[in-house]
């Protein structure tokens, strides 16, 4: 079954004119999306089909030259789309080549209809190759499920105009002429049709899906030093205090805090506080489990959350790491100024060594039903305050949590709350 060329040549047209002016307006001020690119791709796509749309009205300089220069300039802009969207630099020397190729070639057989055919399929085909290459290059690093429809658009395309380039030279597997209706024209614009919606769409819901990831990694993650926030530490403590309760694990919690932080921002400004919290978080992060959990409870005071973990073993790496903070020594730019140079040792580069150290709150052991994350949070807190309170730069211990006066009466009871005792 064959479709009326200039029927699915203008259905390409309006579709991809569409398409370009909803992308322009949504990628407006996203160029790292590559949204702004594949809108140009697009706008390409509608000229080279409206010229030639046009065969035989305008001069075969525009629609045969520059039509087919032009479908050959689409790949160029989705290809360079994606090198955006990746973060790659378009290599534009590279991506510009097929289109002149084509355009020399369409020149010299610009009398030869089965030639061009052959020739530009095979281009744009690989080219097509080339944009699917890509975006598969980089699939594990692409989130969502947008990338499939990107690449099931642009797979086709490559097909299809692989077997028309195959079958060009036959006189009886492609029309006389571009505008005759024949199964392989259809087939060829229908897969033009489908690289304008299906991965335009896939793109899109690329662009949409990093957005989403990015802002659930602002809503998780303290922007300065990497780790958990606040709320994702909470959110995490809450599930592993639960877990912790129903499995009769033990679980553990520090509360860490910056010894004398505001010295260090009022000598040397919030720039170098800002590195003296990386640094101490960096410490913090070297010698923990892969299963421990290091967030920014607020300000310079940190919270390592220690899944399964005894009382003792927790004392013992909060000394761990409060040796480690102490010998660190966080090291930064010059810094001017007298009380810089008596506090701190000089380094030969030029830079210089800040003295930091931490005090540790800790309480562990095994939870009773009835027990909260904020109870844990208190108990480690009341130890991290008598920490300061004994001189700082050391760790004290909370040997209970503080439980309301009913769960008390019911954990000395046991036998009227059968659950507490699993």
């Known amino acids: 079954m064959a479709a009326d060329v200039p029927t699915m040549l203008a259905m390409i047209v309006v579709s991809s004119l569409m398409m370009a002016a909803s992308m322009a307006v949504v990628g407006r001020g996203r160029r790292s999306d590559g949204l702004a690119r594949w809108a140009v791709a697009l706008l390409l796509t509608a000229i080279g089909h409206t010229l030639i749309m046009l065969r035989g009205v305008v001069p075969d300089v525009l629609s045969v030259v520059l039509g087919n220069v032009l479908l050959s300039g689409v790949f160029v802009g989705l290809i360079a789309a994606i090198y955006q969207f990746q973060g790659r630099p378009a290599r534009w020397p590279l991506l510009l080549a097929p289109p002149a190729l084509v355009l020399g070639f369409v020149v010299v057989f610009i009398d030869n209809f089965a030639a061009r055919v052959s020739f530009v399929g095979l281009v744009v085909g690989l080219q097509a190759v080339w944009a699917l290459a890509t975006a598969l290059e980089s699939r594990h ?27 060009a030279l036959s006189s009886t597997a492609v029309a006389s002429g571009i505008l005759q209706a024949s199964l392989l024209q259809t087939l060829t614009f229908l897969a033009t049709f489908s690289v304008v919606l299906i991965s335009t769409m896939g793109f899109v819901f690329m662009a949409r899906d990093r957005a989403d990831e990015n802002n659930r990694i602002m809503a998780a993650i303290d922007p300065l030093t990497g780790v958990a926030n606040r709320r994702s530490l909470i959110a995490a403590l809450d599930r592993d205090v639960s877990r912790a309760v129903r499995m009769r694990e033990p679980i553990a919690l520090m509360m860490v805090d910056i010894d004398h932080f505001k010295r260090v921002n009022d000598r040397y400004g919030h720039p170098v506080g800002d590195q003296v919290l990386c640094s101490v978080v960096n410490v913090l992060r070297g010698r923990v489990r892969a299963q421990d959990l290091v967030g920014r409870y607020g300000g310079e005071e940190f919270m390592v959350v ?6 003792l073993g927790a004392e013992q790496l909060a000394r761990e790491l409060c040796r480690a903070v102490a010998e660190s020594r966080c090291r930064i730019g010059t810094v ?5 140079r008596a506090d701190n040792r000089a380094e030969p580069g030029g830079g210089t060594n800040i003295a930091v150290t931490v005090s540790i709150g800790v309480f562990g ?16 807190d009341r130890a991290l305050y008598e920490a300061k309170e004994n001189g700082r730069n050391r ?12 769960q008390r009466a019911v954990l000395d009871n046991p036998d009227t709350h059968p659950v507490s005792r699993y």
């Not at 052991?365 to 480690?380: F, V």
């Not at 760790?395 to 009913?406: D, I």
């Open 306 to 311: 220690l899944p399964d973990t005894t009382l």
């Open 336 to 340: 001017e100024g007298p009380e810089a």
């Open 141 to 167: 690093a692409t989130v969502g499920r947008g990338q499939w429809l990107l690449v099931a658009g642009l797979g086709l395309e490559a097909a299809v105009l692989g077997v028309r380039a195959l079958l």
């Open 395 to 406: 760790v004290e211990v909370a040997m209970a949590l503080r439980r309301p006066a009913a």
């Open 365 to 380: 052991g095994r939870l009773e039903s009835g027990d909260s994350w904020d109870m844990l949070i208190a108990a480690a």
